[in-house]
């Protein structure tokens, strides 16, 4: 067993009794990350080492955060280290400012080690949309990672890092979780500030956590969530201790399963793992409801209707002007995304496309509001298929927004969204699934993640590279 | 869908072979979505947001720890001149 093959429970603790340094933990990360990224491609850019071993060597131990090391999705701005989203229009960038995530870990004493890859913008589910190269799943390097956060999701199967810090905005942290095997959590809209995080879709983007457990995520989100009043959607709501009772079970809760989301485009062995996970629910006490989401239906044209359009307006500030580089460098699935969007927004266009799916994101609402009267939990597959061949999706447009059919409908709703490993496929192919709950109900969620990783040890095998 | 008037919308400059092979995708795209425009939505109000919050304002006073000095707001362009942006000319001379 390696260093960071701990949980981040024991590490710290470790860190505190001296057991180990910071700076050990650090160079452990580092030689990781450099001896897999050449399998990988996780990474856009890999931190100076002497940087990241001075900053171990003065690392403070305030939080349980503090001393170890993370990633980030490279959509977040970090003051005076390359920002790209993975697309040559920003391959220079140089931030003279930093998000707010990254200031909060920087306080909470967390180090720093790499930049991942993602597909361009979140513009993706396969992390194969990028200027920097496909990342590679380490599961099987035929395979894409998922996406858009596909980069950090492999920093993590490959326990090069501790955490990660990933952005969802219609799967981009579930998707990557779920086919690299490690857990991810999609905030609720607002939980978490969204300052620094170059927007795709501001409505439905989020930031959150991915690490190798629930209890990991936990230690993330308890020091990242919280109001920003350099965010004026993040949220005022209390920040919950979402430690504090993550170990009080399951039982008698009620768990619905969508009718919906088992037909006939679902992988039988993805199928089969998701009916696994929700007899194991009911071994732990809880109980498993019928509940019906037909607004899926009508998922992909929402998400694929809004998402363009916001991300249209947002990607106009990139004229090479102030900064980056101009139009031209865009990839074609990006520039398909800003002409969906400007279609959809355009005169004549606009009540038949926009103004529609916006009312039909208002009945997705009212979908999940009549879920939730009937169950607390909402259990589903994440990806109708296990982790795809590279190629597969970037070359097929359509089937490159189908594989999100079971993530994008959490966005538009706003709730948040839990990522978790349960089982694998014939050919060692992680498959995950998600909990999702209403809004706000994060502390809920992990303790139901919590509970299911404490009688299954799927969240705890890694890829041999 | 007329890609040429969009494409110029968007500030997006496409070649005439790059936006035919364009159309091919975009037409699938849209073909995918289309079935929207059957949803029964009389009625229902259109949502943007989903945090419940209005009219979120912050104090009229100058945050200094956010204020960017000229050279580092011009830091990332590559076209400056005398510390400012350059842009081409909107008005040209006669």
């Known amino acids: 067993m390696n260093l960071l093959d701990s949980s981040i429970r024991v590490l710290s603790q470790k860190l505190r009794s001296k057991e180990v340094s910071p700076v050990e933990l650090a160079s452990a990360s580092l030689a990781a990350a450099k001896s897999h990224q050449p399998k990988t491609n996780a990474y856009i850019t890999l931190l100076d080492e002497n940087a990241v071993l001075d900053q171990a060597k ?126 991810g959590l999609k905030v609720t809209y607002g939980r978490v500030s969204r300052y620094g995080c170059i927007a795709y879709a501001s409505s439905f983007d989020t930031v959150g956590p991915m690490a190798k457990s629930v209890e990991d995520l936990a230690f993330v989100l308890g020091e990242i969530a919280g109001i920003d009043p350099y965010d004026a959607t993040s949220s005022p709501q209390p920040v919950g201790d979402y430690l504090s009772g993550i170990n009080q079970g399951v039982k008698n809760l009620k768990i619905g399963l969508p009718k919906e989301f088992f037909n006939d485009g679902l992988d039988p062995q993805v199928k ?11 071994k732990l006490g809880a109980r498993i409801v019928d509940v019906s989401l037909p607004m899926i239906k009508y998922a992909i044209s929402v998400y694929y209707l809004l998402a363009p359009s916001e991300t249209s ?123 999702q709950g209403p809004m706000f109900s994060e502390s809920l969620l992990l303790k139901a993640g919590y509970t299911y990783q404490q009688v299954t040890n799927w969240h705890e095998s890694k890829p041999t590279l | 869908m007329d890609v040429t008037s969009i494409a110029k919308l968007a500030n997006l400059t496409l070649t005439p072979s790059e936006l035919t092979q364009l159309e091919t995708g975009l037409n699938q795209v849209l073909e995918l979505v289309n079935h929207i425009r059957e949803l029964n939505t009389v009625g229902i109000e259109p949502t943007s947001q989903v945090t419940g919050l209005t009219n979120v304002t912050r104090d009229d006073e100058i945050d200094q720890s956010r204020v960017l000095t000229q050279a580092q707001a011009i830091s990332n362009s590559q076209s400056v001149h005398n510390g400012y942006f350059e842009v081409n000319a909107i008005f040209q001379d006669q």
């Open chain 1, 58 to 183: 003065t690392v403070k131990l305030t939080t349980p955060l503090s001393g170890l090391p993370y990633v980030l999705k490279d959509t977040f701005l970090t003051q005076g280290v390359k920002t790209t989203s993975a697309s040559n229009v920003l391959k220079n960038y140089s931030p003279q400012y930093s998000a707010t995530v990254v200031n909060k870990l920087s306080q909470a004493g967390g180090i720093m080690i790499g930049k991942c890859n993602q597909d361009a913008w979140g513009h993706g589910g396969s992390t194969e949309n990028t200027d920097f190269g496909c990342a590679k799943n380490p599961w099987d390097l035929k395979r894409v990672t998922g996406g858009s956060s596909g980069g950090p999701a492999a920093s993590i199967a490959c326990r090069d890092s501790m955490f990660a810090i990933g952005e969802d905005t219609g799967g981009s942290i579930r998707n990557p979780a779920g086919w690299c095997n490690i857990s």
């Open chain 1, 272 to 282: 089969n793992l998701i009916v696994k996970a929700a007899s194991e629910y009911e």
């Open chain 1, 313 to 435: 307006s947002n990607l106009g500030r990139y004229d090479g002007i102030r900064y980056g580089n101009g139009r031209e460098n865009f990839t074609q699935e990006t520039i398909r995304r800003i002409m969906v969007g400007t279609y959809a927004l355009s005169a004549g266009y606009y009540d038949a496309y926009y103004k529609k799916a916006q009312q039909a994101r208002t009945l997705i609402i009212n979908d999940f509001q009549k879920a939730f009267s009937s169950c607390d939990l909402i259990l589903s597959p994440i990806s109708p298929t296990p982790a795809t061949l590279i190629g597969e999706l970037i070359s097929d447009p359509v089937k490159n927004l189908l594989a999100d059919i079971y993530t994008v409908t959490t966005n538009p709703a706003g709730i948040p969204s839990l990522a978790i490993p349960c089982g694998f496929t014939g050919q060692k192919l992680p498959v995950g699934m998600q909990l």
